[in-house]
Every structure is written in C-alpha cells, then in structure tokens.
C-alpha cells in the first residue's frame, strides 16, 4: 500500500529529554512537512523539506530539528529547548510545493511531556 | 495577515439530518480551497479541493461551494452517518503573491462535528 507512515502513535517523553518521531512515505514524493496541532488551534507548520538534504523552517521551528537523509524519510526530534512540546505531531508529503499540489497525511503521534 | 475562519466551532446533529459548515477566508489572491476531515486522533483526509474558478465539487455526500466574491466556502454534507463524526478544517492555499505560511498553506481551526443517532 502507498502512503505515509508516522511512528510511535503515542510517545511519552520526560522533562529534559530529546525525542524523535519518524515518519516515512513510499508515494514518491519531493515534499514533506512536519505539523503541530494543539487543542482548538489550526495546524501550525515546524519544518518542511522540498528536496533529499534540504529543509527550512516554519512558523513555530524553535525547539526542533530535522533531516532529510533519503527521500522517503523525514525525522522530527523534539530537543529539550521546546519547553511545550506536549502536542499531537502530523507528518505529510507532496509531490511539490503544497501551494498547488494534493498533501497526504500520516496518522498522527502523539507526544505527551510527563 | 491571512486568516480563516470556521464556524460554528462545534456542531450537534441527529443522525440522518443535513448540515452545511462555513468557512470565511482573507487570502487574497489564492490558488485553492480544501477541505479536510480528520477523525480523533487520526490524520486528516482530503475531501475536496477546488480552484479559485470553481464555485461546487462534490464527494459522495460531501459538497464544497466557492464563492470567491464574498471569500466563503461551505461544505455540505447530506444524510449524515455516525462516522460523519469527526473535525472538518478548511484550508486555504494562497498564490506567490498574497502570502500564507511557509509551505503556502493557511489552516482553519476546524468545526466540530458529532452525529447522535
């Protein structure tokens, strides 16, 4: 089956540690992106990644890092530094640039601080 | 600033029953408008998307109306079922020139909807 994988569903992380959620798609796609949804908020944009080796940053970047190793694959790690980090975390990926191209979505992890 | 704006916030319906969700954007100019439903806890799916040109497309009992003179969209959805229950966010996505988020895309914060049998 094509699609978007994003792993662990649910992840527990204590105070002062890093986490990584990984999130891989095998739709060949360039673009992937990573979100955070908060309760009653849109989805805000963290980092995105048009290209293998290449990635910018969004709107709320601060506290998180990524990679772009091999185009399947699009890893967040949420650093100490992000001092709300609790949040439900989506992944998704396009064949460009969403402005004018469908996203497809993962299923979500959710990242709990406790 | 672009914005989008849902309403209502959240939705109560008997099952069987039709209902219509709004949205009101500011992006202007803008490529497209979509519409998601996201399950809990799940990731959301698309449901639509139209151009600026097109004013209604339709999926299965879901229906998105445009009119981009007034910047609203709706989405009807008929005969409603339980799995309808869910959270349907619109999104707007803005051209080069009118701005938007770093991957062009403004998101609404969702109506939420639940279906009672």
């Known amino acids: 089956d094509g699609g978007i994988t994003q792993s662990p569903k649910y992840l527990f992380r204590k105070e002062g540690q890093n986490v990584t959620l990984s999130c891989e798609q095998n739709l060949n796609h360039d673009a992937m992106y990573w979100y955070r949804q908060d309760p009653g908020q849109g989805l805000r944009l963290i980092y995105y990644?048009?290209?293998?080796?290449?990635?910018q940053k969004g709107d709320i970047a601060e506290g998180y890092s990524v990679s772009r190793e091999k185009k399947e694959s699009f890893p967040l790690t949420v650093t100490s530094a992000q001092k709300n980090p609790t949040a439900f975390y989506l992944c998704?990926?396009?064949?460009?640039?969403?402005?004018?191209?469908?996203?497809?979505f993962g299923q979500g992890t959710r990242l709990t601080v406790v | 600033k672009n914005q989008v704006e849902q309403s209502p916030q959240s939705l109560i319906i008997l099952e069987g029953k039709n209902c219509t969700l709004q949205?009101?954007?500011?992006?202007?100019?803008?490529?497209?408008l979509r519409w998601y439903k996201q399950d809990t806890g799940r990731g959301p799916v698309s449901l639509t998307i139209m151009t600026f040109s097109e004013n209604t497309k339709s999926n299965g009992r879901y229906t998105a109306t445009l009119d981009a003179d007034t910047k609203q969209s709706s989405l009807h959805i008929t005969a409603s079922q339980l799995s309808d229950s869910a959270s349907y966010i619109c999104v707007v996505s803005p051209t080069p020139y009118s701005g938007g988020g770093a991957d062009g895309l403004t998101f609404g914060k969702g109506t939420h909807l639940i279906i009672q049998p």
């Open positions: 990644s048009q290209i293998v080796n290449d990635f």
């Open positions: 998704a990926s396009s064949r460009a640039e969403l402005m004018n191209t469908e996203a497809f």
């Open positions: 949205c009101n954007y500011t992006v202007s100019p803008f490529s497209n």
